[in-house]
Every structure is written in C-alpha cells, then in structure tokens.
C-alpha cells in the first residue's frame, strides 16, 4: 500500500479512504499559545495562557516560582517558595485539590515523562522531595548540594540533573534508586540546568561568571564553558538540539547559544529580567520578565520577538501539557511501518538524504523545528528486540 494524495490510500488499484488528522498552517502555535500554564509570584496565581487573555487557573498564594504538568496532563504542580509546600491543581476544574508539605522554600520542579514521579527542589533544605503522583504523598527526600533551585530529567528519565546556587555544584540523582550518586563542580552559582535532546549533555547557566557551562552526561566532565550575556539565569534547548536558548536578566535579553560550535550566534532583547525559558516542540520559544511583569513569544528560525503579553507582578515559571504527535499513517509493503516505532524501515528515505520522519515515526527523534533531519531508534519504542 502506498500513501497517494491526503486522505487516499492507493492499494493494488484500489483507492482506499484514510483519516488523516488536518493539522493547519499555524495550528502548533495556537495550541502552544492556548495552553500555557505560568506562575505569578507577585499575585501569587498560576495563570492560564489562553491566546490573547490570561485566565486565572488558581491562587495558590505565597510565591509560586516554577510549575510542572504530569504526562496525563490531569494535573500540574507547583512550589509555593515561602509556604514550603507544593499545590496540586487540577487542570480541569482549575482549582487546587491538594497541598504537600515539602522542604524549606522549594524552587524548581519537574515531571517525570515515565514514572508517577514530580521532583521538586528545595532551595534552604539542600534536599530534592520526590511526589509519588499515584498515591499522591511525599516518599522520599534526597539530600543534594547546597541551595538547590532548579532541576531536569534526562530523556529517558534515568538522571535527574539539580543546579544548586551557593555551593558552584550539580548533584546527580539515580531516579531508579533515588539517591545522589555524583556531584560536579561547575563554580559561579548555577541557576538553570537543561538537557539535550539526546541526553548526552546538560547545559547549566552560572549566573556570577556570564557563563554556559556544558557537562559531558557519560563522563559527568564540564567540556566547556561558553561565554554568554550578564547574569544568566534560564535555559531552553531547541528540540534537535543544535540550540540553547539562555535568557540573561542583566541583559534583558536572550543569547543563541549554537552547539555546533559553542558560541553565542544572536541575542534576542526581550522585557526586562527575563528567567524562564519554554521551548516547544514546534519551535516557539516562551520567556518570562520578571521585573517587566510580561512574557516574550519569540520565532525560533527566525530569532525574534513576535507577540508579548501581560502576565502581572513577577512572573516566574512557565510550562506546557504534554502532546503526542500525530496520529500515523501506516504503510506497508515498499514502505515502512510508521507510528509503532517503524520496525520495518523498507526503502525510508534515508536521514542523510533530508528524510522526514517527524509525526510517522515515533521512532524519529531529535528532529529539526520544521521535523526533518530526525535521529531514528527502533529500541526506544520496541527495547532490544527491535534488532531481533
């Protein structure tokens, strides 16, 4: 069977129909931009983004500096730095259905793609609390380096990365066997950590030495260290990763790191101090203000501001649901079986020839924005019988 105009499959002469999801031009953009979910420090709510006005999903009081959302997206997550608790929020019904006591001023938080897990960084008790999402309770608290803030899970959710302020260091948590099993020094107060699509490096901003450090995932070695703008603070990686995004709140802008060749390519002025960076899977980049009080939405291929909106005093973290990509349509024969992983590659065009796998293949990853030039690995969806 082989895949004819949209909508029509072409088998032994027979046209057959088939559903293809009609995705428009610049659908990504208005999904991203209806569904963001940001913290308000200032006011103490979590704000919903929904395309041009800003809908109030809860006030959970206090500071609320990060927010996280669980795969299922029923519920996202977020620290009340001067409670010392998390909130619970129910996305559907947009009201908080439960606090967790945690450590002493928690920060950062992140959700595990994989596991019922949410880790949340607790900045003045040098601990990471980790939230069994299932039996909604606090299991375990992992001691880390001093003065934790903010904190990423590698792709396959294996290490959980913490930057941690006043002791220059990242802590190196097993997920499996919840404990810290590698401390790396990076110096100049770390403030963000992200990780690469790939997971073969972590990306820390030092906020005292204007700098990008670059840790080596499989050696645990800073490889570099990559001079960017005044006091950087927050970070987002391009989903291929050949770009990281470091907002600087000194700088009231946000420097285009390119990892090809470790240098800083473009700076992106933005509202003033900028900290937090999202970056979607379609390529748009979103940037909170704090002291501008707004958040940047800014065209990744071309670098550049395209809309700002208001949030309110202080804005702090910014997060998204999480999306599967389209649905697949599965072909056989000449072809290759695309949406369960394509076992079966046939005569794919082959990635050095500019194939594009992106939204057929949920074997393709570390594809470019426009979802050409992906990676391909059966084993992240069929493990190791894929080579069988």
Known sequence: MAVGTAGVAVLAGLVVPVAVPEVAATSAAAVDQRLLYTTVAGTGDVALIDADTRDKVANIGGFPSAVAIIPDNTRAYVPDNKGDAVSAIDTAARRVIRRFPVGTAPEGVTASLSTPRVYVANSKSSSVSVIDTSSNAVVKTIGVASSPTRLALTPDDSRLYVASGDSGKVSVIDTDTETNVKTISVGGRPSNVSISPNGA????????????????????????????GDFPKGSAVSSNGRYVYVTYADGNSVSVVDTATDRSIATIPVGAGPSSALMTWSGTLYVTSQRAGTMSVIDSAANRVIATKALGTRPTGVAMPTYEKPTAIVTMGDSYISGEAGR????????????????????????????????YDGQRIYGATFRN
């Open 201 to 228: 490096y972590a990306y820390v901003t030092k906020a005292d030495d204007d700098e990008l450090a670059v840790i080596n995932t499989a050696t645990g070695e800073v490889v570099n260290e990559i001079n960017v």
């Open 344 to 375: 079966w590659l046939g005569n794919a065009v082959p990635l050095n020839l500019g194939g594009d796998r992106w939204g057929t293949d949920r074997a393709a990853y570390n594809c470019n924005a426009g979802g050409s030039n992906c990676n």
